[in-house]
């Protein structure tokens, strides 16, 4: 949350102690600033009086990253090249899985419907097929899974912020 804090003191090539030497704050008060932990007012005074910028820009600085680490824990997954990976895999071997009962069905059971004769195995057999294509895309494509989740969750926070 307190990045922008953090993010002042690298700019200025500062370790936290030397910041806290500058300000007169204790080393564990610009740890716990910097990890977000709630600080005290006359912290965020010295803070200011250090940086020479006004203490409502460090509020404001503070309120701004707060809200941009929000929402994007809530819009942006961590990017996850193994993930990925694993993701596009699974999508092909659906296309592929797909692909071969179609062609099971299309050439080995299509030949035998003897003008109706059988006609119920067939049916059986295309509603296996499509029952086994629609749960392997249900896990695959994971139309409820955390992506869903997310969409779901920033138009709650977006729904709240206009009502508030």
């Not at 006359?42 to 707060?66: C, M």
Request: with cysteine; net charge neutral.
């Amino acid at each position: 949350m307190f990045m922008f804090l953090k993010s002042l003191r690298q700019k200025q090539n500062w370790s936290q102690e030397q910041l806290a030497q500058l300000s007169g704050l204790n080393i564990r008060t610009i740890q716990r600033a910097e990890k977000g932990e709630s600080v005290g007012l006359e912290t965020l005074k010295s803070l200011a009086s250090v940086f020479e910028i006004d203490i409502n820009e460090i509020k404001n600085g503070i309120r701004n990253q707060s809200e941009k680490t929000n929402i994007q824990e809530y819009s942006e997954p961590e990017f996850d090249l193994e993930t990925v990976k694993a993701e596009v895999k699974a999508k092909k071997e659906f296309y592929m899985l797909t692909l071969f009962l179609i062609a099971i069905f299309v050439l080995f059971l299509l030949p035998n419907y003897n003008q109706g004769d059988n006609l119920g195995a067939l049916v059986s057999c295309a509603i296996s097929f499509a029952l086994i294509i629609a749960v392997h895309g249900y896990i695959v494509f994971q139309p409820f899974g955390d992506k869903w989740e997310m969409k779901k969750i920033k138009q709650a926070m977006d729904n709240y912020k206009k009502e508030g």
